[in-house]
């Protein structure tokens, strides 16, 4: 039982290039997210999943696209990379929605840097 | 202002020591509190979640004040293995979607 992988776990790119963040859990979750921290402002939701064929913005979506391939799977895509977006990126699944146990449970985490 | 606030720290204290940590939220409709832990250039990891009545686990005793709208977290005994960051995290229902809101966090130093 891995939890919650994310790949790759650094990356570096010049302005401008594309890329995808990989995320798979095994947990059955119904949920997964994407979130990114910076230092002094805490963990900031990109964009969120709450169940297999949707996805809804979240607080910081500018520059962002997402993709829930299928229950386990949730990629993040940076189309035009820009220096602001250098952070870390994590993905977290829980279970469904309204339920009494809301833990978030984490991947390890992508170090983005862009240049 | 920010809707879930900490102080920054860091606190640094000898091993054995007791320390405590708060926090404040601005939403008076959160219903769900958390303490995450997060080890250095690691993922969070859920320490605790928050009872209205209190709720202890082994050294570690977090306590909610709806009222004041503030949540705290004491540690009794502090390891070594305890210095980590420590994020405040409460619940917030807006857009049909009930989602969790991080705090900054507050970093604990224990030494020998």
């Known amino acids: 039982n891995a939890g919650v992988t994310q790949t790759p776990k650094f990356q570096v790119l010049k302005t401008g290039q594309s890329m995808t963040l990989q995320c798979a859990q095994d947990?059955?979750?119904?949920?997964m997210y994407w979130y990114r921290q910076d230092p002094g402002m805490g963990l900031r939701l990109i964009y969120y999943?709450?169940?297999?064929?949707?996805?809804d913005k979240g607080e910081v979506p500018n520059g962002y696209n997402v993709s829930r391939l299928n229950k386990r799977e949730f990629s993040l895509r940076l189309e035009s990379a820009a220096p602001s977006q250098t952070s870390v990126y994590f993905c977290?699944?829980?279970?469904?929605?309204?339920?009494?146990?809301?833990?978030?449970?984490f991947g390890p985490g992508t170090r983005l840097t862009v240049t | 202002r920010k809707e879930v606030e900490q102080d920054p720290g860091p606190f640094n204290v000898p091993e054995g020591a007791t320390v405590a940590f708060n926090c404040t939220y601005s939403n008076s409709a959160s219903q769900s509190f958390f303490w995450y832990r997060q080890d250095c250039r690691k993922e969070p990891k859920l320490l605790m979640s928050v009872y209205s009545s209190g709720n202890e686990d082994g050294r570690f005793t977090a306590q909610l004040n709806r009222a004041s709208q503030y949540i705290s977290l004491l540690i009794r005994d502090s390891k070594l293995s305890d210095s980590a960051t420590y994020l405040c995290?409460?619940?917030?229902?807006?857009?049909?979607?009930?989602?969790?809101?991080f705090g900054a966090g507050t970093r604990l130093a224990v030494h020998p």
């Open positions: 995290v409460v619940n917030s229902f807006s857009g049909g979607y009930n989602k969790l809101i």
């Open positions: 999943s709450a169940s297999e064929g949707t996805t």
């Open positions: 947990m059955n979750h119904n949920s």
């Open positions: 977290a699944s829980s279970e469904a929605q309204g339920t009494a146990s809301y833990e978030q449970y």
